[in-house]
């Protein structure tokens, strides 16, 4: 059974920078479509960022666009995102998704395509 375990939340200032990680464990032996998604308390789960099976990443959110980083390490079967000068506004639990959906998808498509979920981690920007 696949897993994904999401590691790299903390708590920063404005400004501040952290990596999160997602680790896919489990028994598998094929590639997935990968996303992060992230949710703040009282509002809807947002995708941000995410890679294709063939390595397409999509064009991220508005919301981190310029300060966010999406990157995949095959060899490690683990998925990253830099966040630089992080905002007030990017707290929230962040989750990591993969989805094994044969045609095009990204962190815009149904949240239903997204079969796989970590547990999150959570990421506080306050001064």
């Known amino acids: 059974q696949v897993q994904l375990v999401e590691s790299g939340g903390g708590s920063v200032l404005p400004g501040g920078s952290l990596r999160l990680s997602c680790v896919i464990s489990?028994?598998?032996?094929?590639?997935?479509?990968m996303a992060w998604f992230r949710q703040a308390p009282g509002k809807e789960r947002e995708g941000i960022a995410s890679i294709e099976m063939n390595d397409y990443i999509h064009p991220y959110a508005n919301s981190i666009k310029g300060r966010f980083t999406l990157s995949r390490d095959d060899a490690k079967n683990t998925l990253y995102l830099q966040m630089n000068n992080l905002k007030p506004e990017d707290t929230a639990m962040y989750y990591c998704?993969?989805?094994?959906?044969?045609?095009?998808?990204?962190?815009?498509?149904?949240?239903?395509?997204?079969?796989?979920w970590g547990q999150g981690t959570q990421v506080t920007v306050s001064s």
């Open positions: 998704a993969a989805s094994g959906y044969p045609g095009t998808i990204g962190h815009l498509s149904p949240l239903s395509l997204w079969t796989i």
């Open positions: 489990g028994n598998h032996n094929r590639k997935y479509n």
